[in-house]
């Protein structure tokens, strides 16, 4: 029988559906393994998709033949610009063009035949779901975590709308491309800020690639330094910098402020006022990738002086936009000898520069750039000789006894912006009254629902569509009963996939959020799968909801995915698999022509799943002979009684300890390559030793069913068994019968290679010796023997003259 893949395929598709394979027991434990839930776009899935749900669902099938019952749902992220895009562009409402996207994306993902529990689907967009999207901001909101404010934010031109500081990469909108500028709005912000210590520290004990976790860790950015106040000449105010370089402060030869700082209008003397001004005016012109990408730096001179609070000197205020306004005070002491781009700036605008670390036992000659490292103090004062780690202390507590500064920390994260002005979004559960402020809506009113628009059209002004609904608008004070107005601000489509885990495991629970049992029995998160894209997005608000949520006592736990694993991309023609990169491949023709499991292999055999790896269709060719090579192995050798060998034994430890070795570490493309090996080697044995036992075959067959499900299943049942293949245990190997009886050594004269003997592995030193002499009597040339080196099992080396 030859084999048919279409055929197998559907068949065991339809079984599983009656018969699923996880199921609950007696004396299982949970194992919960997620994928990062897809946004069900238009265009629906390609090759790319595939291999991180093809991961996880190896995975899954892994723990089931462990003996666990998992959870390995599937739902949906689907709020969010495309489908409203999408409507303005086509007039279509888009939760009909969702509804349609779920649909389509459902039937592309069956062909995976993972083991997803469809029962528990979860769709952000749904008003159960999104009821508790809205609950969980009415909590911040009373815990004081969310709250409004007027500041000038990240703003895309064309996608009209706010941003979060996560979603700017290189100062361009991380959807779009547009270079982002800044625009004052009223925004609802998320006190992520309060959480920032955890956020880092918690770190610490995840099973997460260390990539990851230091994306995060340098996202929060946490500093350690000091703030110096600087008086200003003619001033009542002080200046505040924000230093992490305290030792430095006796070579600080000018000061710089940020064009947006508070102070700058008063620092600006009646003769700088107009450049003043014209600077600040061009710098808030500019966009953000402008202002991080102008290599010449570019500055103003304010006319006032501030001074040095320990040496008493004189230094100019200058203003520039190498300073950032939302960071530390905005303010800095600029040290050209020891910082990068304050030396640039010096040298461009002619300012002293004053050495003050030096590198131990050189002599001092005009620096030709910054010296960044650490040194001995000189030309500080009292602090001269010191060692600049220890001046770094001394000089910040000498600081704070005199109350001219303190020492303080300072972080990079920022709060969260989290309006949106658009229309599909959850709106933001609060009314604004007159009387009594921003009023959140009582959580048994919950959900807010979405109200229908005439146009989805972004209005540009800063407001969402759905402030032109006047009927929605308008409603009554939930506290005075008086008239208020609805917020019309949407959330970003993060806030429904912060929390999405917790409600997997319980998706139909009216009441709570999650009921305490139940999460108790599935959560944390096992096994994490997704794309390292979401590294500090998703991953970091994740985390911060889980925090929250753990904070008012709804889940036990504060780190929500114990391990994480990060899938590389496919790509194609040398570039990622996208569609507007017009380099899709389609799984559909594949799965037609090769069958899902010969997919499934290929995705994981296409190289290391860790990295991004170049698709290659010719490649599947390979894998569906490996296949073939199996089913024929296996049909030839049912109903034959063939006694268990030591060579087929071998063989067989060898393959479990092999494959399993490799999947623990996730080394799938090798796990895929031992397969072929163990195979090859299979089939070598059948034919010199007329057929394998059927332990061993079984064995195969076990080992195959993550990866290969359909095919195994089939083999299974011819091999005569009822139950499904995944009622077994993963095997178990034997490291004495993994043994080689014998090895093969190679013996060099003078390091060349000249015999191979073949010698019992446990042989002893004396023995291999002795055989190696023989094989190469006859070709020492009458030369005599000065000296034999053995490297246990593996070579001879024998020198002669
Ligand atoms: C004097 C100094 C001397 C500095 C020196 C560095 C080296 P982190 O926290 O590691 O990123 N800084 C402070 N606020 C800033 C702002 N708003 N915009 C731009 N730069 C700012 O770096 C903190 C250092 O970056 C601070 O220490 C300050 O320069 C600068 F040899 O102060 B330093
Ligand atoms: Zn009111």
């Keep these: 029988m030859n084999y048919d893949h279409k055929q197998i395929e559907g068949k065991w598709r339809g079984y599983w559906e009656e018969n699923p394979i996880n199921q609950p027991g007696e004396g299982k434990e949970n194992y919960y393994c997620l994928d990062m839930f897809p946004y069900p776009s238009g265009s629906g899935l390609h090759v790319g998709h595939w291999r991180g749900y093809v991961l996880s669902d190896v995975w899954s099938r892994y723990k089931v033949l462990q003996g666990y019952h998992v959870l390995h749902p599937m739902g949906w992220d689907a709020f969010g610009l495309p489908a409203e895009n999408y409507a303005i562009k086509m007039g279509v409402h888009p939760s009909k063009a969702t509804a349609e996207n779920v649909a389509n994306f459902k039937r592309q993902l069956k062909e995976i035949s993972a083991i997803?529990?469809?029962?528990?689907?979860?769709?952000?967009?749904?008003?159960?779901?999104?009821?508790?999207?809205?609950?969980?901001?009415?909590?911040?909101?009373?815990?004081?975590?969310?709250?409004?404010k007027e500041m000038p934010i990240n703003w895309c031109p064309s996608c009209k709308t706010g941003l979060a500081n996560e979603e700017v990469v290189n100062g361009e909108c991380d959807r779009c491309?547009?270079?982002?500028?800044?625009?004052?709005?009223?925004?609802?912000m998320l006190k992520i800020t309060a959480y920032a210590e955890r956020l880092l520290n918690d770190l610490e004990g995840l099973e997460w690639p260390e990539k990851v976790k230091k994306m995060q860790s340098d996202w929060i950015g946490k500093s350690y330094g000091?703030?110096?106040?600087?008086?200003?000449?003619?001033?009542?105010?002080?200046?505040?910098?924000?230093?992490?370089?305290?030792?430095?402060?006796?070579?600080?030869?000018?000061?710089?402020?940020?064009?947006?700082?508070?102070?700058?209008?008063?620092?600006?003397?009646?003769?700088?006022?107009?450049?003043?001004?014209?600077?600040?005016?061009?710098?808030?012109?500019?966009?953000?990738?402008?202002?991080?990408?102008?290599?010449?730096?570019?500055?103003?001179?304010?006319?006032?002086?501030?001074?040095?609070?320990?040496?008493?000197?004189?230094?100019?205020?200058?203003?520039?936009?190498?300073v950032l306004?939302?960071?530390?005070?905005?303010?800095?002491?600029?040290?050209?000898?020891?910082?990068?781009?304050?030396?640039?700036?010096?040298?461009?605008?002619?300012?002293?520069?004053?050495?003050?670390i030096a590198k131990e036992g050189e002599e001092l000659v005009p620096l030709e750039e910054a010296y960044t490292e650490e040194g001995v103090m000189v030309n500080s004062q009292v602090f001269d000789g010191m060692?600049?780690?220890?001046?770094?202390?001394?000089?910040?507590?000498?600081?704070?006894?005199?109350?001219?500064?303190?020492?303080?920390?300072?972080?990079?994260?920022?709060?969260?912006?989290?309006?949106?002005?658009?229309?599909?979004?959850?709106?933001?559960?609060?009314?604004?009254?007159?009387?009594?402020?921003?009023?959140?809506?009582?959580?048994?009113?919950?959900?807010?629902?979405?109200?229908?628009?005439?146009?989805?059209?972004?209005?540009?002004?800063?407001?969402?569509?759905?402030?032109?609904?006047?009927?929605?608008?308008?409603?009554?004070?939930?506290?005075?009963?008086?008239?208020?107005?609805?917020?019309?601000?949407?959330?970003?489509?993060?806030?429904?996939?912060?929390?999405?885990?917790?409600?997997?495991?319980?998706?139909r629970n009216k009441e709570q959020l999650v009921s305490p049992e139940i999460a108790k029995e599935w959560l944390p998160v096992d096994m994490y799968v997704g794309g390292i894209e979401h590294a500090v997005l998703h991953l970091l608000y994740a985390r911060f909801y889980?925090?929250?949520?753990?904070?008012?006592?709804?889940?036990?736990?504060?780190?929500?995915?114990?391990?994480?694993?990060?899938?590389?991309?496919?790509?194609?023609?040398?570039?990622?698999?996208?569609?507007?990169?017009?380099?899709?491949?389609?799984?559909?023709?594949?799965?037609?022509?090769?069958?899902?499991?010969?997919?499934?292999?290929?995705?994981?055999?296409?190289?290391?799943?860790?990295?991004?790896?170049?698709?290659?269709?010719?490649?599947?060719?390979?894998?569906?002979?490996?296949?073939?090579?199996?089913?024929?192995?296996?049909?030839?050798?049912?109903?034959?009684?063939?006694?268990?060998?030591?060579?087929?034994?071998?063989?067989?430890?060898?393959?479990?300890?092999?494959?399993?070795?490799?999947?623990?570490?996730?080394?799938?493309?090798?796990?895929?390559?031992?397969?072929?090996?163990?195979?090859?080697?299979?089939?070598?044995?059948?034919?010199?030793?007329?057929?394998?036992?059927?332990?061993?075959?079984?064995?195969?067959?076990?080992?195959?069913?993550?990866?290969?499900?359909?095919?195994?299943?089939?083999l299974w049942g011819q091999m005569g068994h009822e139950q499904t293949v995944f009622a077994n245990p993963w095997p178990t190997f034997d490291k004495e019968k993994m043994k080689e009886d014998t090895i093969k050594l190679p013996v060099q004269i003078n390091g060349k290679v000249r015999a191979t003997i073949e010698m019992d592995a446990e042989a002893d030193k004396e023995s291999v010796l002795s055989a190696a002499r023989e094989a190469i009597e006859s070709k020492l040339d009458g030369k005599s023997i000065v000296k034999e080196i053995y490297v246990p099992k593996k070579i001879i080396n024998i020198v002669v003259k």
């Design 116 to 148: 997803y529990d469809w029962d528990k689907e979860v769709n952000t967009t749904d008003p159960d779901y999104y009821k508790w999207t809205q609950w969980i901001f009415v909590k911040m909101f009373k815990e004081g975590l969310a709250y409004e």
């Design 177 to 188: 491309g547009s270079s982002v500028t800044k625009k004052n709005l009223r925004q609802w």
């Design 226 to 322: 000091a703030e110096i106040d600087f008086e200003v000449e003619g001033l009542e105010n002080k200046i505040k910098v924000f230093t992490t370089r305290p030792d430095t402060l006796y070579g600080s030869t000018f000061m710089v402020l940020a064009p947006e700082q508070a102070m700058v209008k008063e620092l600006a003397t009646e003769e700088q006022k107009e450049a003043v001004e014209k600077y600040v005016f061009n710098a808030s012109m500019k966009s953000s990738v402008d202002r991080l990408q102008d290599k010449e730096k570019t500055g103003v001179f304010t006319g006032s002086y501030a001074i040095n609070p320990l040496n008493g000197a004189k230094i100019p205020i200058w203003i520039s936009d190498y």
């Design 325 to 356: 306004a939302d960071y530390g005070t905005g303010a800095i002491m600029c040290v050209p000898a020891h910082d990068e781009r304050d030396f640039a700036f010096a040298k461009r605008f002619d300012l002293p520069i004053i050495q003050v």
């Design 387 to 507: 060692k600049s780690l220890e001046a770094k202390e001394a000089i910040a507590n000498y600081l704070a006894e005199h109350d001219i500064g303190k020492k303080t920390t300072n972080y990079k994260l920022r709060d969260w912006v989290f309006s949106r002005q658009r229309y599909w979004g959850e709106p933001i559960p609060i009314v604004h009254c007159e009387k009594c402020g921003a009023v959140p809506v009582p959580e048994e009113n919950l959900p807010v629902t979405l109200p229908d628009v005439e146009s989805y059209e972004p209005t540009g002004t800063g407001e969402s569509p759905l402030a032109d609904i006047d009927e929605w608008v308008n409603t009554t004070c939930p506290e005075c009963g008086g008239h208020a107005k609805r917020e019309t601000n949407t959330m970003p489509q993060w806030a429904g996939s912060s929390w999405y885990f917790l409600r997997y495991v319980d998706p």
């Design 546 to 714: 889980t925090k929250f949520l753990h904070d008012i006592g709804v889940v036990e736990f504060g780190e929500p995915f114990k391990r994480l694993f990060n899938q590389g991309m496919i790509c194609k023609n040398g570039a990622k698999m996208s569609k507007s990169k017009g380099n899709v491949v389609s799984p559909d023709d594949l799965v037609e022509k090769y069958g899902c499991d010969s997919l499934r292999i290929y995705e994981l055999f296409v190289g290391p799943p860790e990295l991004d790896s170049e698709w290659d269709d010719r490649g599947i060719d390979g894998v569906y002979r490996f296949i073939n090579k199996v089913w024929n192995l296996v049909t030839n050798n049912i109903g034959k009684e063939v006694a268990v060998t030591k060579e087929m034994e071998k063989v067989r430890h060898q393959m479990i300890y092999e494959i399993t070795t490799r999947l623990n570490n996730f080394s799938l493309n090798t796990v895929v390559s031992g397969f072929m090996e163990y195979t090859n080697k299979l089939i070598d044995i059948n034919k010199s030793q007329g057929g394998i036992d059927s332990e061993t075959i079984e064995i195969l067959i076990v080992l195959l069913a993550p990866f290969a499900p359909h095919i195994a299943e089939e």
